[in-house]
């Protein structure tokens, strides 16, 4: 190329000096987001307990319309304060470094599992664990969440007449030096065109009255599992169930 007069182009920037610049612009967003949630929280609870005082102290002067236009008032507060709730959690992910120690799946799948016997039951899905899984260097508290997340959309999303088989195994990949662990099941499926909006905040396929949620859950997964290093992706097709599969490649592999 000729050489023109002028600014000289800059220096090409190093990876690591665009690496630096995303966790900046990363740190950066992730205090907007915690304090936007955070700050809105109290106007908000200022909103509904305005409307309960409405409801309780007036509640009696006012028509039938009145009523029910409060009750929809008093819903939109309560489903913006989940949301809120929603998007703190997603940000608390970002937060500190992932605190890493050694991890048996096994004993966290099982937690995850108790505290997950409500939802179990109310959808009638029956969990089953093929072969041992693994031990690893992982945050305890976000890989059961990660697990919690996937094994409860593997057990909601079913078809009316019928509960879900929901599979959880893994396998190890040597070459990769990495986990695989899968998280199946034999549900409603997902249209291949949706495998990655799914991931993102607030994105749901199907609306709230046909299966409960906010879309939080699986943006949640993606972060934790980006955040150790690894991948989170769908296989899957309409009516035919769904396979999420996690990659985590080994601690010193990781930190590459
Ligand atoms: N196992 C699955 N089978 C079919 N669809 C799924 C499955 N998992 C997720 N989806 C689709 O992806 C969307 C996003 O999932 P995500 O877990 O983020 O949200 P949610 O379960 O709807 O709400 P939340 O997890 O916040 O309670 C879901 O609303 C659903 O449409
Ligand atoms: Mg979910």
Redesign the pocket.
């Given at each position: 190329m000729p050489e023109s007069a002028g600014t000289p182009p800059p220096e090409p920037e190093s990876i690591e000096g665009l690496r630096d610049r995303i966790a900046v612009l990363e740190a950066d967003l992730q205090e907007l987001v915690y304090v936007a949630s955070h700050d809105l929280t109290e106007p908000l609870r200022m909103v509904t307990s305005y409307l309960g005082l409405l409801q309780r102290r007036y509640g009696d002067q006012l028509d039938e319309t009145a009523g029910e236009f409060i009750h929809y008032a008093v819903d939109g507060a309560d489903r913006m304060r989940a949301l809120l709730d929603?998007l703190l959690r997603y940000s608390r992910v970002g937060g500190d470094e992932p605190v890493r120690s050694p991890v048996d799946v096994d004993e966290v799948l099982g937690a995850v599992l108790r505290s997950l016997e409500p939802a179990l039951a109310d959808t009638g899905a029956s969990v089953e664990v093929i072969g041992p899984l693994p031990r690893l260097d992982a945050d305890e508290v976000q890989l059961g969440q990660l697990l919690q997340?996937?094994i409860?959309?593997?057990a909601?999303?079913r078809p009316p007449e019928r509960p879900?088989r929901v599979t959880v195994a893994s396998v190890r990949d040597q070459e990769a030096r990495a986990w695989r662990l899968t998280?199946a099941?034999d549900?409603?499926?997902?249209d291949p065109k949706?495998r990655e909006?799914?991931?993102q905040v607030?994105?749901?396929?199907?609306a709230r009255e046909e299966?409960?949620?906010?879309?939080?859950?699986?943006?949640?997964?993606r972060r934790i599992v980006e955040r150790m290093g690894g991948a989170i992706s769908?296989e899957?097709e309409l009516g035919r169930?769904?396979t999420?599969h996690i990659v985590l490649p080994d601690v010193e592999s990781a930190a590459v």
């Open positions: 929603d997340n996937l409860a959309n593997a909601k999303f879900n998280v099941d549900g409603i499926g997902i949706h909006r799914i991931f607030f994105q749901r396929l199907h299966f409960p949620g906010t879309g939080i859950g699986l943006a949640v997964c769908v899957s169930g769904s999420f």
